[in-house]
């Protein structure tokens, strides 16, 4: 009998993690320590507690690649990028949600510890999917995050359309749990592990030999595509999206619309790419159909929308099938090889502009306004600052030059070219110009309309640093976007392929 050795677990590989689930503890103990109204001091706990997780993520080698627990955790380069990711967009998250107590009160019986606990705990989750090395850790980081982002979203208890919402997300998202384990158990099955890179080696010889691939590989593929299709949100697992954006409260909404889908999509990188990568041949034009399909969709519908929040639901699932191509570039040839980088490169463009846009819609809210179209008419001679900051992200968002959304499309569309996928990379074109339509309708009321509704002064300083952080990201990263990309197309070094 085999004698199983223990090996101890090197701590300092996950110090990012450690630091980010201190803070959660510190948080959830300031709930018992300080009353309601010192309860804004939790927010600089929260974004310390991020801030050193992120820079804790400099005392690691990544050049290593080194694993840890067996190797369910991975320490390599696409967990790094990950990290930055997620942990750039929990910052920028806490600062649009900081209006919730930078008034002095939380409205609509929010308890802010909760909140932030719930917050952080969603980006472990996130953090862990990054680095899992195992099928069993993507499963418990994705359920980690999923689980608090359902709560979030019926945060807002008061209100009817928030209940709606997360209770939709809840049953469709444990549908696709179901859905998503069972593929991970018939994976099992068929290969007899559940680490990535045995699944991928064990594989390969199933390839390469003659005849053609079990059904129960391809029915692991398919189950496996759905279930991660549910997190992304893409055509035709999105009926969620919309009313889950539309009823959770606005920071809610600009968070769940990144870090979720970042998870998701770094589980179908290592899923896909690193495990089954073997057969991509048989994912590749599935992935193309869902990113096709998705991108039309959530485009077209979007144009339909007068509710901002709604609009940029639909707009959500619009960006997802534009990251979804870079996915379909998959070629596993070569070093040369930009379909994940350029996945990377896009959820970090798009935490900027996508949070940005919820955050001009939160300090409308905070004003007295809603989420409407209306709302937002003659807002550049109410603040000409606020209608700049969205003026941006809408730009960046469409995909006009030198924003961040411009690189962000221009390496799907590249990492899609290089492949031959040129219809794909000319749907990317003719969608952005749909989109054009809805986004620019934004700033044409803005700017062309009279306001409307009465205006209430508030100080919202965090808030207000936060945009103004997003809208000069979105300018300064997408003129800096090289050092960027380098350092995502290190997936490469991560995933072992060459």
């Known amino acids: 009998m085999p004698v199983v050795e223990l090996v101890r677990p090197e701590w300092g590989l996950i110090v990012p993690e450690l630091i980010l689930l201190g803070t959660i503890v510190v948080v959830l103990a300031g709930d018992l320590i300080l009353s309601r109204r010192q309860h804004s001091v939790l927010t600089w706990v929260a974004l310390a507690g991020l801030a050193l997780s992120l820079l804790s993520n400099l005392t690691i080698d990544w050049d290593a690649g080194r694993s840890t627990f067996n190797g369910m955790f991975q320490a390599d380069y696409f967990s790094l990028f990950i990290n930055i990711v997620v942990g750039v967009a929990g910052i920028l998250s806490v600062m649009i949600s900081s209006s919730y107590v930078e008034g002095g009160e939380e409205p609509e019986g929010l308890p802010w510890p909760e909140y932030l606990a719930l917050l952080l705990f969603s980006i472990l989750g996130t953090m862990l999917v990054g680095a899992a090395g195992d099928l069993l850790m993507i499963f418990l980081g994705i359920e980690m995050g999923s689980l608090a982002v359902y709560a979030l979203t019926g945060f807002a208890r008061r209100r009817a359309t928030s209940l709606e919402g997360a209770l939709k997300y809840f049953l469709l998202g444990a549908f696709a749990t179901a859905i998503l384990i069972y593929g991970m158990a018939w994976t099992y099955g068929a290969t007899g592990t559940t680490a990535l890179d045995e699944i991928a080696a064990r594989l390969r010889p199933v390839i390469t030999g003659e005849g053609g691939i079990e059904a129960s590989l391809l029915l692991a593929l398919l189950l496996l595509a759905i279930g991660l299709g549910f997190k992304i949100a893409a055509v035709p697992f999105h009926m969620w999206t919309p009313d889950a954006y539309q009823g959770a409260p606005t920071p809610v909404s600009g968070y769940m619309s990144?870090?979720?889908?970042?998870?998701?999509?770094?589980?179908?990188?290592?899923?896909?790419?690193?495990?089954?990568?073997?057969?991509?041949?048989?994912?590749?034009?599935?992935?193309?159909?869902?990113?096709?399909?998705?991108?039309?969709?959530?485009?077209?519908?979007?144009?339909?929308?007068?509710?901002?929040?709604?609009?940029?639901?639909?707009?959500?699932?619009?960006?997802?099938?534009?990251?979804?191509?870079?996915?379909?570039?998959?070629?596993?040839?070569?070093?040369?090889?930009?379909?994940?980088?350029?996945?990377?490169?896009?959820?970090?463009?798009?935490?900027?502009?996508?949070?940005?846009?919820?955050?001009?819609?939160?300090?409308?809210?905070?004003?007295?306004?809603?989420?409407?179209?209306?709302?937002?008419?003659?807002?550049?001679?109410?603040?000409?600052?606020?209608?700049?900051?969205?003026?941006?992200?809408?730009?960046?968002?469409?995909?006009?030059?030198?924003?961040?959304?411009?690189?962000?499309?221009?390496?799907?569309?590249?990492?899609?070219?290089?492949?031959?996928?040129?219809?794909?990379?000319?749907?990317?074109?003719?969608?952005?110009?749909?989109?054009?339509?809805?986004?620019?309708?934004?700033?044409?009321?803005?700017?062309?309309?009279?306001?409307?509704?009465?205006?209430?002064?508030?100080?919202?300083?965090?808030?207000?640093?936060?945009?103004?952080?997003?809208?000069?990201?979105?300018?300064?990263?997408?003129?800096?976007?090289?050092?960027l990309l380098d350092l995502a197309q290190k997936w490469v070094q991560a995933f072992g392929v060459a």
């Open 258 to 483: 990144v870090v979720p889908k970042v998870a998701g999509f770094a589980a179908m990188a290592r899923v896909l790419v690193q495990a089954l990568g073997p057969l991509s041949d048989s994912w590749l034009t599935l992935i193309a159909i869902l990113a096709l399909a998705t991108m039309v969709y959530g485009n077209v519908v979007a144009i339909a929308q007068r509710d901002v929040k709604r609009m940029l639901g639909y707009s959500s699932i619009g960006h997802t099938g534009y990251i979804l191509v870079g996915l379909a570039a998959y070629s596993g040839m070569s070093a040369d090889d930009r379909s994940v980088s350029s996945v990377l490169f896009y959820l970090f463009s798009y935490a900027f502009m996508n949070i940005g846009a919820f955050g001009v819609v939160t300090w409308l809210q905070s004003r007295g306004l809603g989420v409407t179209l209306d709302d937002f008419r003659g807002l550049a001679t109410r603040s000409p600052l606020a209608a700049i900051a969205m003026t941006v992200f809408m730009l960046s968002l469409m995909g006009l030059p030198p924003l961040l959304g411009f690189y962000a499309k221009y390496y799907v569309i590249l990492a899609a070219v290089q492949v031959g996928l040129i219809w794909l990379a000319v749907a990317v074109v003719v969608m952005s110009a749909v989109s054009a339509f809805f986004y620019l309708r934004v700033v044409a009321v803005m700017y062309f309309n009279e306001p409307v509704g009465d205006w209430k002064t508030q100080r919202t300083p965090l808030l207000g640093t936060g945009l103004a952080l997003m809208a000069i990201g979105t300018l300064v990263f997408g003129l800096l976007s090289s050092p």
